[in-house]
């Protein structure tokens, strides 16, 4: 085998291949389209739940009026000097639970009808002019997907200060305080969408004569073919450096793994079948410690097509080949995401040659790409 080359000859070559948005691949460090349907992480996680300012204590025979969007008038008693345990305040609105149902968390203060941690329309309040987080809807729901805290201004009520409405707080109907939505974001889930970039996504065929392929290796980033020494396809000997590097971005921590599969058309022209034969299926996983963040991920390694692996590597060659970019993970709170999110096309094998740069199915050509999930 010979080092990369772009001609072609009746000695071994080698060649990458780009990705691309509709074409079929190119030999030589492939790369693939930058019009890869990406964009930014679906959805958004709000901020971490914050209890604000707290009513002050418990003043015997104290009513407020609910106002706005909390409802209509509701008269509130707190009640002064007792101590409610935790399960008064959660019995009929919970926490979100971990996946490990873990401990249940400590009292909020105030009382079961006043929370401290909620700052309800028409409860204590301790200063006339502050203001501080609302959430008239259920604990399980706040702060999570689509929904939010609204603000609350503290009051004069009368004789007393009180909380006023809630104003600004989303993703909740006014009236029954239920998620808008079923799914994702739009059901109050910690999870809605998340992000997966990858610098390198070329490949490296060696081939001798008309294309006849020897196997197919991890390009060297940002995506050269290894020298031809380097690689073994009788024993397995991969490039010695990773494939790529790669960042995770996701609205709610948790631990999520992430694979990219090549595949080879059965024909060429055709569409992605379940058929298609997988040259190679590469991936990471790892947890995701920080929401709206972008973390680097382990990096996915170097890999050898087998001889096994050598006629699919041919077809990938001769047909046309793909990607699908797939997910498994679970959030923190047990939101569960497994699917197949992002198809990457390749270019065309003359893509490969400086000289086809500007044809149309090479214009977009490139080496590394991503997908939201």
Request: net charge negative; aromatic share 8%; glycine share 14%.
């Amino acid at each position: 085998m010979s080092v990369l080359t772009k001609t072609r000859t009746r000695r071994a070559v080698a060649r990458t291949m780009a990705l691309a948005a509709s074409a079929p691949l190119w030999l030589v460090a492939l790369g693939h389209c930058s019009a890869d349907g990406g964009g930014a992480a679906a959805g958004g996680g709000a901020a971490a739940t914050g209890s604000g300012a707290t009513g002050g204590g418990g003043q015997a025979g104290a009513a407020g009026a609910a106002a706005g969007s909390q409802g209509g008038g509701i008269g509130l008693d707190v009640q002064a000097g007792k101590d409610y345990t935790a399960e008064e305040y959660f019995v009929d609105d919970p926490p979100p639970l971990s996946c490990d149902g873990g401990a249940q968390p400590p009292a909020p203060g105030g009382t079961p009808e006043c929370p401290a941690d909620k700052n309800l329309a028409g409860c204590p309040c301790p200063t006339l002019g502050v203001t501080a987080p609302c959430w008239p809807g259920y604990r399980r729901n706040r702060n999570r997907g689509d929904c939010a805290d609204g603000v609350t201004t503290c009051s004069a009520d009368g004789e007393r200060l009180a909380w006023g409405a809630c104003q600004g707080f989303t993703g909740v109907d006014p009236n029954t305080y239920e998620p808008l939505g079923s799914t994702g974001g739009a059901a109050c889930q910690c999870f809605s969408g998340g992000y997966w970039q990858i610098s390198n996504l070329s490949p490296c065929f060696f081939t001798s004569g008309a294309n006849v392929v020897a196997g197919a290796v991890s390009t060297i980033p940002p995506g050269s073919c290894p020298a031809a020494g380097s690689v073994d396809f009788n024993t397995g000997l991969k490039p010695s450096q990773p494939w790529s590097a790669n960042t995770v971005t996701a609205d709610c921590t948790g631990f999520f793994e992430l694979c990219f599969t090549l595949k080879a058309l059965s024909s060429p022209g055709a569409t992605p079948s379940a058929g298609d034969c997988t040259m190679q299926r590469v991936c990471t996983s790892a947890y995701y410690g920080t929401a709206n963040v972008a973390q680097p991920f382990p990096d996915l390694q170097s890999w050898i097509t087998s001889p096994a692996q050598t006629q699919c590597a041919q077809r990938f060659v001769d047909n046309g080949g793909y990607a699908e970019m797939s997910v498994d993970g679970t959030s923190d709170e047990c939101d569960r995401v497994q699917k197949v999110f992002q198809t990457v096309n390749y270019c065309p094998l003359e893509c490969a040659d400086p000289a086809n740069a500007q044809l149309p199915e090479c214009v977009n050509c490139t080496n590394g790409g991503g997908g939201p999930f």
